[in-house]
């Protein structure tokens, strides 16, 4: 099937927006699924809620619900319910997440829906034309703020790790080949994955900007612990810390689609494709179990990390036999 | 002939008990009952109270006044003292002290034997109920034997079933097979969840509470994107955090249903008892215009009618359907031998994510879905959103009952009345010269409204609130002022007895 994730309406963001690579990111990302026949281009749905990142919606040929602000999230969870099957991503900006949809945020992690929340920072309500959101730093100056924002920023990849997230990553909007891999991981992640992307704004809250030089990648982590110390690393307030970029923690549990009987019954008969998608072995290896009394063999095949790996590499690798030519 | 009777006593004290076996023993007597149910925001303690009013032809209401008090409590008996009849016959719950748990059961005993109905009509209901009957058993012997007989209720052979407005909304919903439904607790709405919730794996249902209305409504909105059928249901503030996503879905046309019982408010109000003042909301919550249906049953046969209506129509058109009730016909048992009238039964046509690319938006859209400003689109999406209000007031008008005539139809009296209003009116006006007009939908209204109130002499405006809001619509839509009206907002639903003297001296 030909893919085409394009549409015809007019990129409208800010000339050099890092929102252009979060498109593009997205668009490899769901293209590597669909060459791979792991999901047709049907099977995608998204959400977004209102805001810059939002307008991604109308970028991407994909189904969807162009939400109010803050709601894209329940929405998404809400297409879960309808059709356990579908593969959703719910885009959303620091402003409308934090703000507005606090409560499903925190929500979110306990449902555990199989499905992906990206989240764009920009640390600015930015088109609204800049007023401060709960992740801008103190002191933080615009319109609405004239004094500066008095109050500390809070930390989301700690209050995600509080809620029982069983996905967080992060990752910068500068950094394509690493959105590409940790959305990959993301949408294979079984259960609820949340993605915040570190974006900068060239408009507004431009002195948060640029802080790729305190970034560092960091290994898949399934450790809670280690997963804390990592979050704890940015403030989103400084630019004294250091910024760990990846996996900050994964971890298994049931998804929503197999808690409840009604979706789990669903789940198993894919309604729209007769290719059921093979499930990649999974990021973490499995445990051992500890009953058996032999040994588990070595499996001949590596872990799935370096093929996802590939994906990336793939496409980059033809796009660029494309420009030679 | 018609009975009351007033069963008092404190929130724990299993006053519900009592009025629920005894209505079931004259359910199986061939008698029609209504239960009200009077009940303050506790758990414990306080005092709550039941009218159960009894008669051999079908009634939905009760009356001020009572034939027998059942006091479990010394406070009962302080209370309804006054509206004991002169002949009236008072059961204390002390005197049953020592049987415990069973002290209801002795009372409905006492109640059986009172009415002239033989001890085993009562004992075949106990051992249906209980797992263990052998004390309650005892405990009802031990009551009938107290009392003597003074009203003799002869058997009848009537089979009604009873059933209270909650229970009929869930009867509507999995008639139509709804997939899906999601809320928030609020009274009085959560009885029709915990209704659905009971049987929702027999019935291929899921009930998933979430974390508030906004997100009930937006999870809905959601999974009837994807091609579920869906219903949400709330009281008046939760609704009031729809409101959003009830705009939301006026433009991006995703078909929605919403069941609405409300209570007085504003604010939280009153929130155990009962009012018809969110008509308002109903019809213009949410910023924008944009079409919807708002239906409102009057009794638990149409709730289980309009139920499967409001999905109906919210999928043919897709549109917002709002089933508009409150805590009257939401928690009054009434008893009744209608069957509801057969239901469209519908599947989802229309296209779906998974199999096909389908973009709904909260902005304007072009034809693929994506965003536009501009001014031609905006105009053109508008009249085809007004349009499809002209679509579904004719398609209504043809296929369904918007509005009900009871009484004398050739009387030049005319009472106008709406949802749970409705059964106190049809029991008031039984022996008045008058004709009663039950408005159904709200929206679309009836254009036949305009034709009945212009040709009665007498127009009276009866509803559960005090600015008369279906009053305004009618006077809105129909430029006629009903200046006669009959309004009350305590919080109490009418009684019989006192509508009828109030409508009388109208006259």
Redo the contacts between chains.
């Keep these: 099937m030909k893919i085409n994730l394009d549409t015809k309406s007019e990129i409208t963001w800010c000339p050099g927006c890092p929102n252009h690579m979060i498109l593009a990111a997205t668009k490899e990302t769901i293209t590597n699924f669909i060459k791979h026949k792991k999901y047709t281009q049907k099977d995608f749905a998204i959400t977004t809620d209102i805001g810059c990142h939002a307008k991604i919606f109308d970028y991407l040929n994909l189904s969807g619900i162009y939400c109010l602000h803050g709601r894209a999230l329940p929405t998404a969870i809400g297409m879960k319910l309808g059709n356990p099957n579908l593969k959703v991503l719910a885009f959303v900006g620091d402003g409308a997440m934090y703000s507005e949809g606090m409560a499903h945020f925190i929500h979110a992690f306990k449902y555990n829906a199989n499905m992906t929340l990206v989240l764009h920072d920009n640390q600015s309500f930015s088109l609204t034309t800049g007023q401060p959101t709960p992740t801008s730093q103190q002191g933080y100056i615009s319109k609405a703020s004239p004094l500066g924002t008095f109050d500390r920023p809070f930390n989301p990849i700690k209050l995600a790790l509080a809620s029982n997230a069983t996905f967080v990553a992060r990752t910068s909007a500068k950094d394509t080949p690493h959105m590409v891999e940790t959305l990959t991981k993301a949408i294979n992640h079984n259960g609820f994955s949340f993605v915040e992307i570190i974006q900068d704004c060239l408009v507004f809250n431009i002195e948060t900007n640029s802080k790729d030089n305190l970034m560092h990648k960091i290994q898949d982590n399934e450790d809670l612990k280690k997963a804390e110390r990592l979050a704890d690393e940015f403030d989103y307030n400084s630019k004294s810390g250091k910024i760990p970029i990846g996996v900050i923690y994964q971890s298994e549990e049931k998804s929503l689609e197999e808690k409840w009987p009604q979706l789990k019954k669903q789940y198993k008969k894919r309604i729209n494709t007769t290719r059921r998608p093979k499930i990649q072995s999974k990021l973490i290896p499995i445990k051992k179990p500890i009953l058996t009394k032999k040994p588990i063999p070595p499996k001949k095949s590596t872990p799935t990390k370096q093929k996802e790996h590939k994906y990336g590499k793939k496409s980059k690798e033809k796009s660029s036999k494309k420009s030679n030519t | 002939m018609k009975l009351n009777i007033i069963i008092g006593g404190a929130a724990g004290q299993g006053i519900n008990k009592v009025s629920q076996i005894f209505s079931n023993v004259l359910s199986e007597h061939g008698y029609f009952t209504f239960n009200y149910r009077d009940y303050a925001s506790l758990i414990r303690g306080g005092h709550n109270f039941n009218t159960l009013a009894v008669s051999n032809i079908l009634i939905e209401s009760h009356d001020a006044h009572a034939d027998i008090l059942v006091a479990m409590d010394k406070r009962s008996i302080k209370t309804h003292k006054q509206a004991l009849k002169k002949n009236g016959i008072l059961i204390t719950g002390d005197q049953f002290k020592d049987l415990g748990r069973n002290i209801n059961v002795a009372l409905a005993g006492a109640l059986t034997k009172i009415l002239g109905i033989p001890l085993s009509a009562l004992e075949s209901e106990i051992k249906s109920q209980f797992k263990k009957p052998t004390e309650a058993l005892e405990a009802a012997e031990k009551g009938y034997k107290t009392y003597r007989t003074s009203h003799e209720l002869p058997k009848l052979k009537n089979h009604p079933t009873i059933l209270a407005g909650s229970q009929a909304i869930a009867i509507g919903a999995i008639n139509s097979r709804l997939q899906?439904y999601?809320a928030y607790p609020m009274t009085p709405a959560t009885n029709a969840m915990h209704e659905l919730a009971k049987d929702?794996?027999k019935n291929?249902?899921?009930v998933?509470q979430?974390?508030?209305e906004?997100?009930a409504a937006?999870?809905?909105?959601?999974?009837?994107?994807?091609?579920?059928k869906?219903m949400t249901g709330t009281s008046g503030g939760g609704f009031d955090l729809m409101g959003?996503?009830l705009s939301?879905q006026g433009i991006?046309e995703?078909p929605l249903t919403v069941y609405l019982a409300s209570r007085p408010g504003p604010g939280t109000g009153v929130p155990t008892y009962t009012a018809q003042s969110d008509l308002d909301i109903a019809l213009r919550a949410g910023h924008g215009e944009a079409p919807r249906v708002v239906i409102a049953p009057g009794n638990p046969t149409e709730a289980i009618e309009k139920t499967s209506e409001a999905l109906f129509l919210a999928e043919k058109f897709k549109t917002l359907s709002i089933i508009l009730s409150d805590k009257h016909l939401a928690e009054s048992e009434f008893s009744s031998i209608n069957k509801p009238n057969k239901t469209p039964d519908f599947k989802i046509k229309r296209l779906?994510?998974?199999?096909?690319?389908?973009?709904?938006?909260?902005?304007e859209t072009d034809k693929?879905g994506?965003?536009t400003e501009s001014y031609t689109l905006t105009e053109r999406n508008t009249d085809n959103r007004l349009k499809k209000y002209n679509d579904i007031q004719k398609y209504v008008r043809e296929n369904f009952e918007m509005i009900k005539i009871h009484g004398k139809k050739k009387s030049r009296n005319l009472i106008v009345g709406w949802g749970s209003t409705s059964g106190a009116i049809k029991d008031a006006i039984h022996n008045l010269d008058a004709k009663f007009l039950q408005v159904i939908y709200c929206k679309p209204l009836s254009q036949q409204i305009k034709k009945e109130i212009q040709n009665a002499d007498n127009v009276i405006l009866v509803e559960c609130n005090v600015t008369g809001q279906l009053g305004r619509l009618i006077r809105e839509q129909t430029g006629i002022e009903i200046r006669n009206r009959l309004l009350k907002y305590n919080g109490r639903p009418f009684h019989t007895d006192e509508l009828n003297r109030l409508i009388k001296s109208l006259i």
């Design positions: 899906l999601i929702q794996l291929n249902l899921m998933f979430a974390e508030n906004i997100s937006s999870m809905a909105l959601g999974a009837s994107f994807a091609g579920t869906v959003e996503t939301l991006s995703i779906i994510p998974g199999k096909n690319i389908v973009k709904k938006s909260s902005y693929f994506n965003s």
